[in-house]
């Protein structure tokens, strides 16, 4: 059964009535902020929807508000699950700031498996409430406007055809055993082909160093490719004869069953698609196959290049970052297929304008947003201000446009908007996403960017205060 709060007052607060004390300003300030009701409400509602009757039975579950606070300290400090379980436990401030007191703190898996019935819409609409608290504290009138792009990883290796095959083939090698220990001793032995392929792996990235082991470095290739095959017809033969066993099996081996067959079923698609765009780029020489697979287990991940020296080429999701004043960002978007930048411009003006009632009174961005028909749709919104630098060769009129006060103003504010993205990444984890799927990138970057703002909410606060 779902709770919103603990109802009772906790011995924590009877024994230790002067704790706050020892609370830093900033993390004081956030506690209240986290008081809003209709924050709260968000997550409850999410969590009233994991099971059909998690509003009125079962045992009493971790209150909502705990777990939205637990979900706000993990991306405060970009800590793991285990991390956060430890520090809560052994901290007195920590305790005080979840909620929790002298019960007991719920562990890693809880929380894990609680964190995922936040989905997409669900953390839209928290950092949405987040914005909303911004707004009415005064932190933020939407009166600025910047916006900017960057690539969140994926927690993929560097993709190569032989380890995207390597990969395939133990992970459809270890369903097909999980499906053979399940039935037992009557159940069709799985061949293990798990050493030949790592060899053959090994073997491929060593004649891969030198075009003089080319011709050695095909063969490999041909070997791991049928090794690969063999295992794929394994596997069709396994779905057959799982839907033959499921007739007459026990209620706990049909689980098991069931599971590996989905698992099979959704591997063997990738792993197809992983021979063809092999076999494309080492016989055809084309090395720009359509929907390139670029892991098994997130296969959502997109090469990106930003053109960045240190690394030219990124894997992940395309990710926009688009702020007001005083460095609160009122949207942002994981993009499933990566758009051109000036695309980006007009929705987002939008989405400002929804937020905050108005236009904002200064527009800018980067050189890959810049267009002149941006700029008409900006000034044709309400913008008084439009600070979009020209791409290539400029006109003396845009050169001297360009120079005037306001505009090289604007540009120095838009800079900021880098420092935002180095931040979020640095201090927030939005450097590589550790959670799994499209839903998972979507709730990594959306509570990494409620947790900045909840940061520069309180800052902001706390300096109006001291003023």
């Not at 394994?234 to 033959?244: E, H, K, L, V």
């Amino acid at each position: 059964m779902v709770r919103r709060r603990k109802q009772d007052r906790s011995l924590f607060e009877v024994l230790l009535p002067d704790s706050d004390k020892l609370w830093p300003e900033w993390l004081k300030r956030i506690d209240t902020l986290l008081e809003d009701e209709a924050v709260i409400d968000t997550v409850a509602s999410a969590l009233e929807q994991r099971w059909p009757q998690s509003r009125k039975r079962g045992r009493e579950g971790t209150p909502a508000e705990v777990v939205l606070r637990m979900l706000i300290l993990k991306h405060l400090h970009d800590w793991s699950f285990d991390e956060l379980e430890q520090e809560v436990r052994a901290n007195l401030v920590y305790r005080a700031f979840t909620r929790i007191g002298v019960d007991a703190v719920p562990d890693a898996k809880t929380i894990l498996k609680i964190a995922k019935a936040l989905g997409p819409d669900v953390i839209t609409d928290l950092h949405q409430r987040v914005v909303d608290v911004a707004k009415r504290a005064g932190v933020t009138h939407g009166r600025r406007f910047r916006i900017d792009t960057t690539v969140v990883e994926t927690n993929v290796h560097y993709p190569t055809d032989s380890t995207l095959l390597q990969d395939g083939v133990r992970a459809l090698t270890r369903s097909m055993q999980c499906a053979q220990q399940a039935v037992g001793a009557g159940a069709a032995p799985v061949r293990n082909r798990l050493r030949n392929v790592t060899r053959l792996s090994l073997a491929i990235s060593r004649q891969a160093r030198t075009p003089k082991t080319r011709d050695a470095m095909i063969k490999s290739y041909r070997r791991l490719m049928g090794t690969t095959r063999a295992v794929l017809r394994d596997a069709a033969t396994m779905i057959r004869r799982t839907g033959q066993q499921l007739r007459t099996a026990t209620e706990t081996t049909a689980h098991i069953l069931r599971h590996a067959r989905q698992q099979v079923r959704q591997m063997r698609p990738l792993v197809e698609r992983v021979l063809a765009q092999t076999r494309a780029r080492l016989f055809g020489g084309d090395t720009h196959v359509p929907d390139k697979v670029l892991s098994v287990f997130e296969p959502h991940t997109e090469a990106i290049r930003k053109g960045k020296i240190a690394k030219p080429t990124e894997f992940g999701k395309l990710v926009t970052i688009q702020e007001a004043e005083h460095q609160i960002v009122t949207a942002f978007d994981v993009h499933d297929h990566r758009p051109s930048d000036s695309t980006l411009w007009t929705p987002a003006l939008d989405r400002h304008r929804a937020i905050f009632g108005r236009a904002p009174d200064l527009a800018t961005g980067d050189r890959g947003f810049s267009s002149g028909r941006n700029e008409r749709e900006a000034l044709e919104r309400g913008v008084r201000r439009v600070v979009l630098p020209a791409q290539g060769r400029k006109s003396p009129t845009r050169r001297a446009h360009e120079r005037q006060r306001w505009f090289r103003r604007g540009q120095r504010w838009r800079t900021g908007c880098e420092g935002r993205i180095s931040v979020l990444k640095r201090r927030h984890g939005l450097r590589r996403c550790r959670y799994r799927g499209e839903t998972g990138i979507h709730r990594w970057v959306g509570l990494g960017v409620i947790a900045d703002n909840l940061i520069n909410i309180a800052k902001y606060m706390d300096r109006r205060a001291a003023a």
